[in-house]
């Protein structure tokens, strides 16, 4: 034990984390400057901007510095790098955007980096009040049925009239003073937090054979239900607001969360079964997961029409080519949502193959470091959160990257950090915080007598 | 729990991976395919991106590409467009391309293989890429000639260097306007290609390479070459030339022109037939060579072969298996007998040059994006077509026919011109096609000719010396000027 304390005691690797942070924040000037030298643009309003993201980043450096020291180096500058790549390729659209304006005679277009400055803003001062308030992980178990509930009205809250908004034919918007905001992004933490609070509690009894079927062990009939629950929260949100996207993830969260808990297999085998029905009902029942999957067999049967968004990504991709166009020498603009949904392939076309495998490499890295502090963390319940938490990022960058490259049917997804859209900033910023606290905590030197009851609860498994 | 973490951790970067694995099928090994779809918007953005190269005539550009200010940063212009829209074709975002700007594409675009080198640099020099040029052996001189001659008459020019095959002069009338095809403005282009597309002259024909027709009289050179070549006779042997004669199997009675007998005594010679142009003398030798022996010859000029200048020329035919009075009709170039304006002019080449055809060619130089010179173009031969002796008295017999004969008005003065006139019967009711072929000077000539007014151009009477030699005249003239 005490070698163990000296070796926590020498580092908290804090400075590689400044230095990879400014890495980061340089590697989104860079680009930022490019764009402009190759789009003729002299746009010294651009500094302020990054200098603004900057300070942002340091800031949220101190904090972690501050609140907590042994925390894994590399999760906040990898995301920050995604965050800084995200907010060039906003800038080099919103430059495309305006050059379109100015061809056509039409009005300028807001620019909307600024406004995803101030929502990296937002997710940077939710990422510090989380470490500052939530000094410990644990105590989040407490609130695994408050988060449950905040969770499903975050959910369906933009089922409600007048502040719910419909747009692109999915109910997933609320407009609060004029701002939209997607609360289903926010749900999926609340959920996150309730399943491993819930999981925990219940893992044993959950854990339990009833028979074999095939010479797999098959859970007992009544353990079924919240798994049953999940299903149909996730196929109502199909349906009602229908989001293909928020309802693949949640169900594919449960299950990981429910396998890890469990340990066992049948929960994925059932779950998998659950989701064929469910997507096979879905397909039978609903226009618009039908077109999806058409579409997904064959985008070129349409390609100006229900198969145009897909079929455009993919001219995107092939126009990059292994090394990209470069910053600014692509036409990333001809892809319908380029600064949402279809973020990836406007980086591709620029980026290259190349670009892509740094940028999949960097969340690859968050999955990682995020899945490194889940196996430290001496906790059951830190385990899981950090875990699911950890299968959020890299299950929704794998639906919506598939989606625009079309290895999976397209559902229509925020890619973290990188994609144009508040709440997901917001969201995954809260998400870093959280595997920030619970990886300090793995590292963290102090070993309380509340650590080693709970390891040695773990060790009954 | 730590091992299933570890599963899931697993399990997620294989999804990760996955992604990779399938970019990389999308933007490597699919990605040509998916560039080269027709809705694809990028390849002609890309393209309208850069610069592409000019095409060049000795000095002056006739096709160059000039920066704008919208979306599709250049634009392609045409210096005195439609004199030169049978070379350069168009250069359209709704059509595509024709002509050079077609054929000659992957150098103008620069993507060239030849360019390999300089788009490296361009790479590391971080350079705005730029497409390579193209210089044509077009003489403007001679091609402005051509197209005022012709004034706005159906009809096509081709003057060729009967030396090395370069095309001198590819004129075809009415022309069009390229610029009103190469703008920016898709509903612009759509109107002015439906206008041109839709005029009874056909102004989009190119003529001179794509059209086909009888000969007419000017066939009886190759009538002419095929008698020498079988060594049976020379320019002094002597043919029946009655006013008329009986096509054998037939009650049709074949007749001169001028409905005149060819000679005292209904008797002519080889030389004065082809100088008065004697269709019974030459409708006669023709069924004594036989068919098979014209078309041997008429494959030797060229006839049964395409060619690519690089555009590719419409194939010229002599009829499969004529009859006795089809062979005689198709002796003097009616009948089935087709050809391009550009094979009538090899005909005279192949004469001029002692009897060697050149193959024709448009493009001197493939030259860079700063205009260094990648490629000359060699000339070479097509084929012999005539012995020395014989393709010399065949010359001769020429020079002849515009000094003594039917061509007088080819005639230039101090130079020895050489040439051959034919009125082509069409269909019924339909004025003839009004055509000459030549060459000058005659001995080391510089220039070879054939010239065509389609249904002679209007005119009440044709005749290929009253309508076609003065416009081959006054290109050879442009031509051979000091």
């Known amino acids: 034990m005490t070698e163990t304390l000296n070796r926590y005691r020498v580092s908290t690797r804090r400075s590689a984390e400044l230095v990879l942070l400014v890495g980061a924040w340089l590697i989104g000037v ?23 993201a900057g300070l942002l980043l340091l800031i949220a450096h101190g904090v972690v510095r501050w609140q907590a020291p042994y925390a894994d180096p590399l999760l906040l500058p990898s995301v920050a790098a995604l965050n800084m790549l995200g907010l060039a390729m906003i800038h080099r659209l919103d430059i495309a955007a305006t050059q379109r304006a100015i061809s056509n005679g039409s009005p300028m277009p807001t620019p909307d980096v600024y406004l995803q400055l101030t929502w990296m803003l937002l997710g940077l001062v939710a990422f510090i009040l989380i470490l500052i308030f939530v000094t410990d992980h644990r105590r989040l178990q407490r609130f695994t049925f408050t988060a ?18 419909e747009i692109n034919g999915a109910r997933l918007w609320i407009n609060i003073l004029g701002f939209s905001f997607q609360p289903g992004e926010l749900a999926k933490v609340a959920l996150t937090i309730f399943f491993a609070g819930f999981l925990v509690s219940r893992r044993h009894s959950l854990a339990l054979i009833h028979n074999k ?35 693949l993830l949640l169900f594919g969260l449960f299950i990981v969360m429910l396998y890890v808990a469990t340990g066992r297999r049948s929960w994925v085998l059932i779950g998998a079964t659950l989701l064929t029905v469910g997507g096979g009902l879905a397909y039978l029942a609903f226009g618009h997961v039908r077109v999806r999957f058409d579409v997904w067999l064959d985008p070129f049967a349409d390609a100006n029409g229900s198969g145009f968004q897909i079929v455009q990504s993919l001219y995107g991709f092939a126009n990059g080519g292994i090394f990209g166009t470069g910053w600014g020498q692509g036409y990333p603009q001809l892809v319908p949502f380029a600064k949402t949904d279809f973020i990836t392939s406007a980086l591709g076309e620029e980026l290259g193959l190349m670009g892509l495998i740094a940028i999949l490499l960097l969340f690859a890295i968050v999955v990682e470091r995020g899945a490194r502090a889940a196996v430290a963390t001496r906790d059951p319940f830190g385990n899981l959160l950090a875990i699911g938490l950890t299968a959020v990022i890299g299950l929704q960058t794998f639906i919506v990257i598939g989606g625009v ?21 917001v969201a995954n910023y809260i998400i870093i ?8 905590a793995a590292r963290a030197p102090e070993v309380s007598d509340a650590d080693l009851v709970m390891r040695q609860d773990d060790r009954d498994d | ?21 399938n970019l990389s099928y999308i933007q490597v090994f699919k990605a040509g395919d998916l560039r080269s779809q027709s809705g694809n918007q990028r390849v002609t953005l890309t393209e309208y991106s850069h610069e592409r190269g000019p095409i060049l005539l000795a000095s002056q550009a006739i096709s160059e590409s000039t920066p704008t200010a919208d979306a599709l940063k250049y634009l392609r212009e045409y210096a005195d467009g439609s004199t030169f829209a049978s070379v350069t074709g168009f250069y359209s ?68 260097d009967p ?71 020379v320019a002094g042997s002597q043919l029946p030339g009655p006013t008329e004669i009986n096509l054998p199997g037939t009650d049709v009675q074949l007749g001169n022109w001028n409905a005149k007998s060819c000679g005292a005594g209904d008797v002519t010679t080889l030389q004065a037939a082809l100088e008065i142009s004697c269709n019974t003398a030459f409708a006669w030798l023709g069924m004594e060579l036989g068919a098979d022996a014209i078309d041997e010859q008429a494959k030797k000029f060229g006839f049964e072969s395409e060619f690519s200048v690089p555009m590719t020329s419409a194939i010229s035919r002599f009829p499969v298996a004529p009859n006795k009075p089809q062979t005689a009709m198709s002796a003097i170039g009616q009948f089935d007998v087709r050809a391009t304006v550009l094979q009538m002019a090899m005909v005279a080449a192949g004469i001029a040059n002692d009897g060697v055809v050149m193959n024709p060619y448009l493009v001197s130089q493939v030259l860079g994006p700063d205009l260094t010179v990648l490629q000359n173009t060699n000339p070479s031969a097509f084929g012999r077509a005539m012995s020395i002796e014989n393709s010399r008295i065949l010359r001769d017999m020429m020079v002849g026919v515009v000094e003594n004969g039917t061509a007088s008005k080819a005639r230039i003065s101090g130079i020895g011109v050489g040439g051959k006139t034919g009125t082509a019967e069409n269909s019924p009711g339909e004025p003839a096609h009004a055509w000459f072929v030549g060459f000058a000077p005659s001995g080391q000539s510089k220039v070879a000719i054939a010239v065509v007014l389609q249904n002679g151009g209007g005119a009440s009477e044709v005749s290929g010396n009253a309508l076609a030699a003065p416009i081959a005249a006054a290109v050879m003239r442009a031509i051979l000027k000091p």
């Not at chain 2, 839709?198 to 002419?224: C, E, I």
């Open chain 2, 163 to 233: 030396t090395t095959g370069a095309i001198l002069a590819l004129a075809s009338s009415p022309s069009f306007d390229p610029n009103l095809l190469s703008s920016h403005d898709a509903g612009d282009i759509q109107a002015n290609y439906e206008k041109l597309n839709a005029d009874s002259d056909q102004p989009l024909l190119n003529r001179p390479l794509a059209m086909t027709l009888p000969p007419g009289s000017t066939f009886k050179l190759v009538t002419a070459a095929a008698a020498l070549e079988s060594g049976k006779y």
């Open chain 1, 433 to 440: 915080a959280m595997l920030i606290r619970i990886s300090n």
């Open chain 1, 405 to 425: 490259t079309r290895l999976v049917p397209l559902t229509g997804l925020t890619t973290p950090f990188l994609s144009y859209g508040g709440s997901s900033l």
């Open chain 2, 93 to 160: 975002v709704v059509y595509g391309a024709t002509g050079i700007e077609s054929e000659e594409n992957s150098v103008l675009a620069g993507n060239d293989s030849r360019f390999f080198v300089d788009r490296l640099q361009q790479l590391f020099a971080n350079r705005e890429p730029k497409g390579g040029a193209i210089r044509l052996t077009i003489d403007p001189d001679a091609q402005i000639a051509a197209m005022k001659a012709l004034n706005g008459r159906t009809g096509a020019v081709v003057a060729i």
């Open chain 2, 1 to 21: 729990m730590i091992r299933q973490i570890n599963r899931v951790t697993a399990v997620i970067v294989l999804l990760l991976l996955a992604l990779i694995v």
């Open chain 1, 148 to 165: 449950g509930f905040a969770g499903i009205v975050l959910l369906f809250i933009p089922l409600l009239p007048f502040i719910g908004s």
């Open chain 1, 213 to 247: 079927i095939l010479g797999v062990g098959v859970p007992r009939a009544k353990d079924l239900g919240p798994l049953i629950l999940v299903w149909l929260a996730a196929l109502l949100v199909l349906i009602l607001e229908r989001d293909l996207g928020t309802s």
């Open chain 1, 30 to 52: 860079f680009a930022w400057i490019l764009v402009d030298s190759a789009t003729g643009e002299s746009s010294f309003g651009g500094w302020t901007s990054l200098l603004s």
